[in-house]
């Protein structure tokens, strides 16, 4: 259910609660059972005034009710069961009462001032009366009066009002809570998504939130790791070359050599080694930053492009490809096509003598599968895992064989892409390269 409908009920039903509960206090507040309530002495009014008008007398009653109106100031008028009067009361006029069918026309019986008048029946064992009791509105409502009943009804409603809010207060502010526990974490470069479990878990425009701030923090969290480990990885990787250029120029410098002399070329080639370390480095600067736009193209051309120059340098190998995907991705085809080139160029260079490099396309339920096996010695089962981490060198490998960075650059470009590259054994000897790519991406 979102969120905008939950407090929407909350706020109806509470609305409902409080203008029901007012429209029902002030409607039950007019009525005479509650007044009467309110006024116990007034329950026994009637009983009283028929008990003195049958023991006492008419005079004995008319007595009794002028002193209760100056006592009290409750003017009343007693009438037989048929509406005819039986005594002249407190009350100038006959009011108007119910069963006014049989009783003689004229005007209604105004009040004397504000208050309420009360039509009263009562049965003794003589006879049936209706009493038309007048009662002054400061008589009527006296706090010392009010039953408890009354107030613990009032009382009850606003616990229950206060307990929605509370609960509506802490369904919404538990969750932005959440929100910016992790925004703190991230802060510090400490990101826990467990932090917010259960706010994703949510249907809402809240779980949608931390769904998507989840997800924009984990992307920063390894943006900010991948940094971390490059900047570590990058000063272990440049003391060797380094180390190489001073030592090669000290030499230079004290021997004073020709410009033919080998030395300056293995310089030379330390200097290319770096230029290569270097751009690999901006190459996966570029991939995290993710600042260009993404485009639609094809993909089955641009992997015959790729393969087509693929076999312009290493004419001494057979390069096949076979297959099709037939399918027009939306990302970075600049990126993508660094990262099979860097692919099969690792496959080239592995590859033995007049040895055969096998690429297949093809499409299964809505993904695009390339498959790439070489000839070359493989990789062994322990050391599968690490393909594509930045610097990593499998043992044995010579320090001509790169830097470890056309794998990662690989691996990062396709995961940009929404896609996975997997490193297996081919079953005919050597590598195998598999790469999957969604048609959608995310």
Known sequence: MRL???????LWLATLLVGGSGFLVSRALQQDWLLLQLNPELRDFAA?????????GPSAAQQWLEQQRSERRLRARLFDAAGDSLLPGTLSRRPRLQA??????????????????FQLAWTTDQASYIIALHVPAP??????????????????????????????????????????????SLAKGEFNAQRLQRTTARRDELGELARRFESMAEQVQTLLDSQQQLLRDVSHE?????????????????????ANDPLWQRLDRECDRLDQLIDGILTLSRL????????????????????????????????????ETGLTLHGWPDQLAAAIDNLLRNAVRFSPENGEIQISLRRSAGQALIRIDDQ???VADEWLDKLGDPFFRVPGQSQDSGYGLGLTIARRAIARHGGRLCFSHNPAGGLRVDISLPTVQH
């Open 4 to 10: 905008f409908w939950k407090v929407f009920a909350v």
């Open 48 to 56: 009283q005034l028929a008990t003195v008008y049958e023991q006492n």
């Open 100 to 117: 006014e069918s049989h009783l003689p026309s004229g005007p209604p019986e105004q009040p004397p001032g504000p208050g309420r008048l």
């Open 139 to 184: 008589t009527l409502w006296r706090s010392q009066r009010t039953p408890l009943t009354l107030l613990l009804n009032i009382g009850l409603a606003v616990v229950v009002l206060a307990l929605l809010s509370l609960l509506l207060s802490r369904y919404l502010t538990r969750p932005l809570g959440d929100l910016g526990a992790a925004a703190q």
């Open 238 to 258: 440049l003391r060797s070359p380094l180390a190489r250029l001073r030592v090669g120029l000290a030499l230079g410098s004290q021997q004073n050599l020709p």
């Open 288 to 323: 995290d930053t993710r600042r260009e736009p993404a485009s639609a193209f094809a993909l089955d051309p641009l992997i015959a492009e790729i393969v087509e120059d693929a076999r312009f340098g290493a004419s001494d190998l057979a390069i096949a490809l076979s297959g």
């Open 376 to 378: 070359g010695p493989g």
